[in-house]
């Protein structure tokens, strides 16, 4: 079984929202990249790491948002691909 394709967003009180790009997702833009304009701009937007990509939200460049990540990450590989909103997750007291 190959490894699901997953966004991670996390939102820091003060600080730019942050999502993480698992390795698998990584592959997929790399290769989806020849036929789709918006998957190479990403391919220069998001920056390597170990775990796979980090894409920070900048104010001073608008226009590429999370929300905007995902919705085309969805439509590109439907079941295939899964959201994560680590804000949305409220810790128990």
């Known amino acids: 079984m190959t490894e699901k394709l997953q966004l991670t967003a996390q939102r820091r009180p003060g600080r730019s929202a942050m999502a993480r790009l698992n390795p698998a997702l990584m ?3 790399h290769a989806s990249g020849t036929g789709c ?3 190479r701009d990403l391919e220069r937007e998001v920056d390597a790491i170990p775990e ?5 939200e900048a104010a001073s460049f608008p226009g590429t948002t999370i929300q905007k990540l995902d919705a085309h990450f969805k439509a ?3 079941d295939d691909y899964r959201f994560v909103d680590l804000g949305a997750i409220k810790a128990s007291p």
């Open 27 to 29: 592959s997929a833009i």
């Open 37 to 39: 304009e918006t998957c």
């Open 52 to 56: 796979g990509g980090e894409y920070v």
């Open 76 to 78: 590109h590989w439907k």
